[in-house]
T-cell receptor, first 111, second 114 residues
Framework: GQQVMQIPQYQHVQEGEDFTTYCNSS?????IQWYKQRPGGHPVFLIQ?????EVKKQKRLTFQFGEAKKNSSLHITATQTTDVGTYFC???????????FGTGTQLKVEL | DTAVSQTPKYLVTQMGNDKSIKCEQN?????MYWYKQDSKKFLKIMFS???????INETVPNRFSPKSPDKAHLNLHINSLELGDSAVYFC?????????????FGQGTRLTVV
């Protein structure tokens, strides 16, 4: 079946450093979504990418969809302690509109 | 107002017991889901319902039985609980069965089976 892998699984950074998580699918994706889950919280939708090569920005967050639509990345510039959490990519195009989540990247930001 | 609400937030129970988790959404969405998140944070779909009809049953043991009395509610009943059922269970909803709509998640129910 389809697999969506993310690397790294964990990342510790100092506040102010940049952070990137990579998402790779075994199959070509139509769309890709990104979610953030704070510690003890629930996944919250961040963004959806649809077009090949698409780049979207939300303040310090930059999302990219690969040209072949099999990978995606999330880059955070100058991390802050509020960025702490687990970031998931997700394929929303499974049958029944289910989300197939990536394995997630847990980000810790230290002062 | 909470958009997707689950109860209880925490549930500690002994092996072999039967328990239920309730979920309600006030967003007017047609589609609701149950996801399971294990201790490694992996999130996996269990069930999805569209307008009270089961759409997805992702090879979940039949000890798990979802029930949707109306499109705003999707409850999860678990029989004969096992240690391996310990996880965080998330209810979610989305407005339409299309692959371009975001999902809204409830706050989760942390189930611990002892």
């Amino acid at each position: 079946g389809q697999q969506v892998m993310q690397i790294p699984q964990y990342q510790h950074v100092q506040e102010g450093e940049d952070f990137t998580t990579y998402c790779n699918s075994s199959t070509t994706l139509s769309n890709i979504q990104w979610y953030k889950q704070r510690p003890g919280g629930h996944p919250v939708f961040l963004i959806q990418l649809v077009k090949s090569g698409e780049v979207k920005k939300q303040k310090r967050l930059t999302f990219q969809f690969g040209e072949a639509k099999k990978n995606s990345s999330l880059h955070i510039t100058a991390t802050q302690t509020t960025d702490v959490g687990t970031y998931f990519c997700a394929d929303p195009t499974g049958g029944g509109n289910k989300l197939t989540f990536g394995t997630g990247t847990q980000l810790k930001v230290e002062l | 107002d909470t958009a997707v609400s689950q109860t209880p937030k925490y549930l500690v129970t002994q092996m072999g017991n039967d328990k239920s988790i309730k979920c309600e959404q006030n967003l007017g969405h047609d589609t609701m889901y149950w996801y399971k998140q294990d201790s490694k944070k992996f999130l996996k779909i269990m069930f999805s319902y569209n307008n009270k009809e089961l759409i997805i049953n992702e090879t979940v043991p039949n000890r798990f039985s979802p029930k949707s009395p109306d499109k705003a509610h999707l409850n999860l009943h678990i029989n004969s609980l096992e240690l391996g059922d310990s996880a965080v269970y998330f209810c979610a909803s989305s407005p339409e069965m299309q692959p371009d709509t975001e999902a809204f998640f409830g706050q989760g129910t942390r189930l611990t089976v002892v």
